[in-house]
Nanobody
Framework: QAWLVESGGGSVQAGGSLKLSCHAPGITHNTNCMGWFRQAPGKGRDEVATIYFGDGSTYLPDSVKGRFTISPDNAMNTISLQMNSLKPEDTGMYYC???????????????????WGQGTQVSVSS
């Protein structure tokens, strides 16, 4: 059984929107930090958004701030990523991640997650 399962990827034109979802069938305890990473072809995996469930605080890098929103869903260990005004450079495989962390580790660009999903592809054409 996979730790995390992503859904909602697809192909859109620049300026379009997509919503990704992630749930954690393989994790039976509460994790207080979840997030999204993406990996473009031939590049490393970059952090896109994180959320700390303890207080709802989030972290998004400047490259997606104002366009992407991460939010919790009703079920335990479930999140969504709303992506608006998509750009071709947003293309990549998007991975969901989870771990129990403190707020400062979660809402940083230095998180190295323990639990990963298989990924969902997002393709944005110009």
């Amino acid at each position: 059984q996979a730790w995390l399962v992503e859904s909602g990827g697809g192909s859109v034109q620049a300026g379009g929107s997509l919503k990704l979802s992630c749930h954690a069938p393989g994790i039976t305890h509460n994790t207080n930090c979840m997030g999204w990473f993406r990996q473009a072809p031939g590049k490393g995996r970059d952090e896109v958004a994180t959320i700390y469930f303890g207080d709802g605080s989030t972290y998004l890098p400047d490259s997606v701030k104002g366009r992407f929103t991460i939010s919790p869903d009703n079920a335990m260990n479930t999140i969504s990523l709303q992506m608006n005004s998509l750009k071709p450079e947003d293309t990549g495989m998007y991975y969901c991640a989870a771990q129990s962390l403190d707020r400062y580790e979660c809402n940083s660009d230095r998180w190295s997650p323990i639990y990963w999903g298989q990924g969902t592809q997002v393709s944005v054409s110009s």
